[in-house]
């Protein structure tokens, strides 16, 4: 079968940096094809390339797209394709789209530009183009802004956008991750069913192995800015020949949980929680939105409570609850026999020190004015107001050391730095950091890991694993990856609109889910 799009001895530099080294492969009209590898392995950079979307960079080599060398296009030339014959799902929806304009009005935009279709005309069409994705009630909702939308939403809006004239080539840039598993298995059939119905091919870019041992016909696995591997899906998977490859095949969630003592006494204590939005419903009418519902849950000394749902099932802000950071309608939250829910300010201060959360966007979480040695000494100086400047900074670098960021480990000057200056994996220790220095004895995790790839992901949870054993610590642990959960988690709470469905003992509850909800979240996540 010809090929569609020939990626041949492509290279890309930044200055002296070389990012992209001599990559080749092909994808024929109607095959899945996906660029697997670590953050920084040049794998989007690649992508990009594609689209030339990648500024300030001195690229050669020839990208063939239908026979036509797309290095030597013109702007303008390349303003005609981008869109129209080849489309691109970006990684963050809420990032790629404009938080100004409706999305009906961005996909009426490609609709106008590469098609010449009226505002009325474009409008229909972007109204079709919501309903063909799956968005329900898609003639209000082509109104909507972005933020007005859920994240499975916004990347069906997105995937609307990129298909609007029906391209023969897709990129999808991560289309599924920080999605629970439900709402990726719903992209997943989309897209397969979209392709099938356009014959489009598919450039697949993702840290994800199981979206690509299930969803690709083959797999190209990126390190360092080479092409190291390539071949048949589920021969490279049965079969890996590189040693890179071999090493992120075996970085999947493996189960860590250490044995709760039998004594362990109960630490946070929630009975009957209640959370109420109040959602507008006109001009001077709202209605009572009930976010969580009579949840009742206990948390142990040492031990690990994974939370596990759909978006919008209430476990964040369930979480969020636990820390006070949300007040509660109806309910109580005590920890260690002293209400949280009612408590005055001296109370809640002195409770902000032994629980902490870490957030699941640690680029949007820490402050980009401040050093790291200010973002993890912070908490110090409010909470350990006694400590001389020389004794914080002192407890701030073995706290650093702790989570593998130090010159020890490597990494130098690191007090003086900014967040930006680190990978993703590297500012989620430096978040990590944050909350373990005050030494809590709660840490509410939400999401740590959800945009991570494989071999950071178990990084960070080794860490937490042995930052648990270290100091006693106990978790909640808010996820939508139930492979993490699996791994973490001494006991698991589903919740589903609200609703606490199941609870249980984490392998019992895996092996043996009693509620309907819970089998399809399983078989989703493809575990059960």
Not at 83 to 102: R, V
Not at 290 to 317: C, F, H, M
Not at 343 to 359: E, G, I, N, P, Y
Request: hydrophobic fraction near 45%; charge should be neutral.
């Amino acid at each position: 079968m010809p090929a569609l799009l020939e990626v041949d001895h492509l290279s890309v530099r930044f200055g002296a940096a070389t990012v992209v080294n001599d990559v080749s492969f092909s994808i024929a009209a109607g095959e899945k094809f996906a660029l697997v590898g670590e953050s920084g392995s040049g794998k989007s950079i690649t992508a990009l390339s594609v689209l030339r979307l990648v500024d300030a960079a001195t690229s050669t080599g020839a990208i063939r797209f239908d026979g036509t060398d797309l290095m030597t296009q013109t702007e303008r030339q390349m303003r005609g394709l981008r869109g129209a014959s080849i489309g691109m799902i970006f990684q963050e929806p809420m990032t790629a789209l404009n938080p100004l304009y409706t999305v009906g009005n961005q996909i009426g935009e490609v609709l106008e530009l590469h098609e010449a279709l009226r505002p009325n005309a474009a409008r229909a069409r972007a109204i079709e183009l919501l309903a063909r994705t799956g968005i329900p009630e898609p003639e209000r909702r082509v109104d909507a802004y972005p933020h007005e939308l859920s994240g499975g939403q916004r990347q069906r809006a997105m995937i609307a956008m990129a298909l609007a004239c029906r391209p023969r080539l897709l990129i999808c840039d991560e289309p599924t991750t920080a999605l629970d598993v439900t709402i990726q298995a719903q992209i997943l059939a989309l897209l397969d069913e979209l392709q099938a119905e356009m014959g489009m091919a598919l450039l697949f870019i993702t840290h994800d192995l199981n979206l690509v041992q299930r969803f690709t016909h083959r797999v190209g696995v990126m390190e360092r800015g080479q092409l190291v591997e390539t071949g048949e899906t589920a021969a490279v998977f049965a079969n890996p020949q590189h040693a890179y490859t071999k090493r992120l095949l075996a970085t999947r969630p493996q189960r860590v949980v250490q044995p709760l003592a039998a004594d362990a006494p109960v630490l946070v204590d929630v009975q009957q929680a209640e959370v109420q939005f109040a959602i507008p419903t006109g001009w001077f009418s709202k209605r009572q939105f009930r976010a969580v519902k009579q949840a009742t849950l206990q948390l142990r000394r040492g031990e690990t409570l994974g939370i596990v749902g759909e978006s919008g099932s209430g476990k964040t802000t369930l979480g969020m609850a636990l820390l006070a950071l949300q007040p509660l309608a109806g309910g109580t939250v005590t920890l260690d026999g002293t209400r949280l829910d009612n408590a005055d300010r001296s109370t809640l201060r002195a409770m902000r020190k032994r629980m902490q959360v870490v957030l699941q966007d640690p680029f949007a979480s820490l402050s980009p004015r401040m050093t790291v040695g200010q973002i993890v000494g912070e908490g110090l100086a409010l909470h350990q107001p006694q400590l001389s400047a020389t004794e914080r900074e002192a407890k701030v670098l073995a706290m650093l050391d702790e989570v593998g960021l130090s010159a020890a480990r490597g990494i130098h000057g690191v007090l003086q730095r900014y967040p930006h200056e680190f990978s993703g994996g590297q500012r989620q220790r430096i978040a990590i950091a944050r909350a373990v220095v005050l030494e809590p004895e709660i840490l509410v995790l939400d999401e740590p890991t959800s945009a991570l790839d494989v071999s950071v992901q178990q990084q960070v949870l080794a860490l937490l694993a042995e930052l648990q054993q270290r100091h006693g610590l106990s978790y909640i642990f808010i996820s939508h990856d139930l492979a993490v959960i699996r791994a973490m988690a001494h006991r698991v709470m589903v919740m589903k609109n609200g609703d606490v469905v199941e609870e249980g003992e984490t392998l019992a509850l895996f092996d043996a889910p009693q509620q309907a909800y819970t089998r399809e979240l399983l078989a989703a996540a493809h575990l059960a």
